[in-house]
Structure formats: C-alpha cells, structure tokens
C-alpha cells in the first residue's frame, strides 16, 4: 500500500457508500484483497504498510490479526448488503503484504472461510497468497491449498546473493525451487515468481541469471518489476550518502529488454507491462480486476477499496485498525468519491498497460488525434480496427509508457 494517500473527505464510521455506488454491484466483478502488514525484517527498498514485531507497538499482534480481518470481511457484508448479486459474486482473493505466510495457514484459512460464508466465493475462485521463500514448509503449503488456496506468488527477487544483500531479503535463494516443487506437489494450479531488476550493483549478468534461474524453476507466471528507490526508506538514505549508486534508465531498459527477450522465448507472453504468463489461463486475474477497474474490498491496515467509483483507505497502524472493528466502527481513515472523468483518466493510465490493448473510443478527441504520433514512433500499434481500434504497446512502447500517457492525455 502507498506510504502517502490522499487526504480524501471523511468516511462515514458505519462504512455506508452511496446508493450510485452500490448500483450493478457485481456486474463489474467483485474482488477481494486482504493486506497482512507483517514481515520478519523490513527490506531497505519497502515502503509498503509493514511492521516487524519490534514496531508494532502496543495493542496489536500477530496472533489477534485474523480475527480483526474477519469483522471487516463481515462489515463488508452489512455495507454491501441487498447490493449483493445472487450466488457467489467473489471472483478472485489476493493475500498480500507483508508476508501473509507468517500468519499460521489456519489463520489465513480462517480469513478465506469467512469471505466464502460472509461474501460467497464463485466455484472457479482465483485465491492467491503471495509468500517469501523462508517462510514456508511442504506442509504449510499442503495445509494451505486444503483450505483453497489456488495460486502462490514467491517472492524470489533476485538469484544473486549479493543483490538480495542490498535488498536485504534474508532467503537462500537455493530454496526457491524447492518451494516451487512443494507448491506444485501441494496441488497448486499456479505458480508466480516476483523478480526485481535495477538493485545497485547488479550488473546485466546478474540479471540474466536470476531470469534464467525462475526460468529453470517452470513457473507458470512471472512478474519483473523494475526498482523504484522510494523516499524515506533505507535504500534512499544509502543512495543519497554515496554508499550504492542510483537506479539508471538505460540500465532498467536493457534490464527490461532481456527479461522479455528471454521470457518470451520461454513461452511466456506479455500481458501487463510488468507480467507475463504461459497462458490466458495463467494470467492473474485479480491484478486484471484492477487494471480493468472492477470492484474490489482492501480488508486490513492501510488497505485501499474500490466500489462504483468510490475509494477509500484503512487507518495504516495494525492497532488503530484492531481498534476501530472492536469498537464498531468502520477502519476506513478517509474516501474520495471519482467523478466521471478521473475515472476515465485511469481507465487510460492502466488499460495501456495491458496487452488487450486500450480501446481508442476511452480517449477524447485531442487523445485520439495523437495516436497516429504514437505509432509513428514506434510505441504502439492499433489494433481490432474493424471494433473501433485498441492501442497496443510495442516493446519500446512499454518502456516509454510514461510517454505514451503523456502524449494521448494532453
């Protein structure tokens, strides 16, 4: 979750949305994210809503954690309410962090249990957990897809020790195919590696290296995401005291070129700037649910929800969240409301990162005129023509999309 969200307007304590809001509930997809805020250290480059055991402070725990999820996923059900379509309207479950895996699998099975009774899960439901390499056993992994748990995201990283000493992430990154095979034996249909690229002194050997090693691995989906060095965390104190040197453009852009060059060539195609997969089958179709602007609850400290187009955010700290859902009151901190525009301008900021394309009839008159440029210079192509035309982002593209945004929201 963001460090700084927006100062927003105040959120009601029962969580009541507007009636514009909850109108065709279900008809854009219903999604549901938990964040679990816990990790055994803090990486230097995080600036996501996590707390070691050493900063939580009083009034929260890890143990008490599934518990207080459980009354926002049943908050939910009382805000939702008649809205709710018939059947079994959650298509997909994400559990991230953090590191959800340091809660007991029974505690994250608990979460699940209660957005089946509270929510209804669709039978063909896509649940995911994200974990870190050290923080799972076979049988943890066993005991978590009994519970129904579908897919798991391990947080490889890198398969270079010394650029996941900069990172400061703590696995052996021997371990990694294990728990890929022990995910696999588990019975889990799908397996993702998250991989960074751009640490300082990672050079492009390195890279290859750890695209090589998920590779070996046989996953069947990987995300790449280029480092960000954010404000405020450690990796941003050592850059600006000369101890590592700053990200470079051009070295995240070969970085990136070789990442799809060799993923690609695996079999596994782009569907999001940063993703790709062996197949529409293996795509995660949580991450799409955003990226299409669907519906989804954020249950959890610092959690951000979306509904109709209005979006809220969960007070950060574990023991304000705790507090609030034992006192009856909703944890949101702050909510805006999107009004038709806005919403239009993200359909653009997210769909042209998509390998579906961004449909043209999404731009104004003024976007529209300067897709022609776009595709002159190399960054995109049109696609489905006869259907009205979808912008597609070559490889170039991609790597400029930035630029791309810039050029068709003038």
Request: proline share 7%; glycine share 10%; aromatic share 6%.
């Amino acid at each position: 979750m963001p460090s700084a969200p927006p100062d927003g307007e105040p959120a009601p304590d029962d969580g009541a949305l507007p009636s514009s809001a909850l109108s065709g509930l279900g008809d854009r997809g219903l999604s549901v994210y938990v964040h679990v805020p816990f990790c055994s250290v803090r990486c230097g480059y995080c600036d996501f809503n996590t707390y070691t055991a050493d900063e939580l402070g009083p009034g929260a725990s890890r143990g008490d954690y599934a518990a207080a999820a459980v009354e926002e996923v049943r908050l939910a059900r009382r805000v939702l309410g008649d809205a709710l379509p018939a059947g079994d309207p959650v298509s997909t479950v994400f559990l991230g962090g953090g590191t959800p895996t340091l809660l007991s699998p029974g505690a994250l099975a608990s979460v699940l249990a209660a957005i089946d009774g509270e929510l209804g899960l669709a039978p063909d439901a896509e649940v995911t957990t994200e974990a870190n390499p050290d923080s799972v056993t076979p049988a943890d992994l066993a005991a978590l897809r009994e519970a129904g748990f579908t897919r798991i995201s391990f947080g490889m990283q890198s398969a270079v020790p010394h650029v996941l000493a900069v990172l400061d992430r703590t696995h052996d990154p021997a371990r990694v195919p294990d728990v890929v095979v022990w995910a696999r034996a588990a019975g889990f249909e799908h397996v993702s590696l998250d991989l960074i690229y751009g640490t300082p002194g990672e050079s492009l050997d390195d890279w290859a290296t750890s695209v090589d090693s998920a590779l070996a691995c046989g996953p069947d989906h990987v995300s790449a995401y280029s480092l960000v060095v954010e404000p405020g965390t450690a990796l941003a104190r050592r850059v600006r005291r000369g101890e590592v040197p700053a990200t470079d453009d051009d070295d995240l852009a070969d970085k990136y070129a070789l990442a799809d060059e060799r993923l690609t060539a695996a079999g596994l195609g782009w569907y999001e700037v940063s993703n790709w997969a062996l197949s529409p089958a293996d795509r995660c179709r949580h991450n799409l649910a955003y990226w299409r602007g669907a519906d989804w609850w954020g249950v959890g400290p610092g959690a951000h929800s979306h509904v109709g187009g209005v979006r809220w955010w969960n007070v950060k700290h574990p023991a304000a969240y705790a507090a609030r859902l034992a006192a009856g009151r909703s944890p949101a901190q702050a909510r805006e409301v999107l009004d038709d525009e806005t919403r239009r301008i993200e359909r653009v900021l997210l769909e042209v990162r998509l390998r579906e394309g961004l449909a043209l009839d999404v731009l104004d008159d003024a976007g529209r005129a300067a897709v022609p440029d776009v595709v002159a210079d190399g960054l995109g192509v049109v696609e489905d023509e006869a259907d009205g035309g979808r912008l597609v982002l070559t490889r170039r593209g991609r790597l400029l999309a930035d630029a791309v945004v810039r050029a068709v929201l003038p």
